[in-house]
């Protein structure tokens, strides 16, 4: 009896989201980018790959701990997926650490790394790297607690102090006294003033050279690096130096990108599901959604780059941009968005 879409869906996660134990968990991963890796975005993403490593939006310890919402909630096709902490108190970053492990959480990674004010003004993010022997506290305070890998996420250096030798310091301290194996490497300094978020992301320069610096230097350390990376093939280039790649912006604005992830770097042969599959593998997911209360539009907003360069793919965007939002949307209007990439191509 020929299954419906629901159980092809299931089945093809449960069979590709096995784990393959000669990787490292972070060979490759979608980077934790705050209000786009939010669980919608992760269910989708997942569906192009069942082995790129999920993150989180970061998440503060305060909203954990003392906020209304469920900041932990996330479906378990989602697997593998790790959950970032925006934090410094290493018992509040303890405590959230045992609750991510509870709910299944394959990891949890310390953010060292974002520069704006408001997490500076909550003693987190990359003005954490002038104070590694707190860091070392907190990787240490969140090892003790739980039992999956603890890892940071950080930059090559911040404002002036942007030498390789404050990195290595860094790094040295964090691995040794913290007990943290495993860095992800922006690989731009960060300026703590001056640059927004964006700026930050995009005018310091990249030196990955510094990244594979880190990894001969450290060698029994995993090491992932970040930043600027926008094909696979670059991707694969970055393999030969470094133990895993982590990929941002492109990811999310290209992410049909994502299906050939496992075939191209885990040596994967499943089938590879086309844009248009997928789209339609997410009704079952947003059906669900809908009656929970969630608005069509929060979860379509992560779907407006799928068709890049496909004839009808405006059209597709233009549609759900302007019908997802209404009151009442539902999967008709995806599936009407759907018809303008389809029916150009018959």
Known sequence: MPQNKESQNSNHINVIAEKNAQYPLCRFS??????????????????????????????????????KGDYL???????????????????????CARRAEALGYDEVNLNAGCPSDRVQNGRFGACLMAEPELVADCVQAMKAAVSIPVTVKTRIGIDDCDSYEFLQRFIAIVSQQGGCDNFTL????????????????????????RVYQVKREFPHLTIAINGGIKTLAEAKQHLQHVDG??????????PAMLAHVDSELFGMTDAILQPADVVEAMYPYIEQEL??????????????????????????????????????????????ALAFVTEKAN
């Not at 979608?30 to 669980?39: F, H, I, Q, S």
């Not at 790649?245 to 290209?254: F, K, L, S, T, W």
């Not at 929970?292 to 405006?314: D, E, S």
């Open 291 to 336: 009656t929970k209360g969630t608005y069509l539009g929060h979860i379509t907003r992560h779907m407006l780059g799928l068709f890049q360069g496909i004839p009808g793919a405006r059209q597709f965007r233009r549609h759900l941009s302007e019908n997802a939002h209404k009151a009442g949307a539902g999967v008709d209007v995806l599936r009407q």
């Open 245 to 254: 790649v982590m990929i941002g912006r492109e990811a999310y604005q290209n």
């Open 186 to 209: 922006h690989a731009r300094k960060a300026w703590l003033s001056g640059l927004s978020p964006k700026e930050n992301r995009e005018i310091p320069p990249l030196d990955y050279t």
């Open 30 to 67: 979608v980077a934790p980018m705050l209000d786009w890796t939010d669980r919608h975005c992760r269910y989708f993403h997942r569906l192009f790959s069942g082995r790129a490593l999920l993150y989180t939006e970061m998440v503060t310890t305060g909203a954990i701990l003392f906020g």
């Open 73 to 95: 909630a996330y479906n378990q096709n989602e697997h593998p997926v790790a959950l970032q902490l925006g934090g410094s108190d290493p018992q509040a970053l303890a405590e």
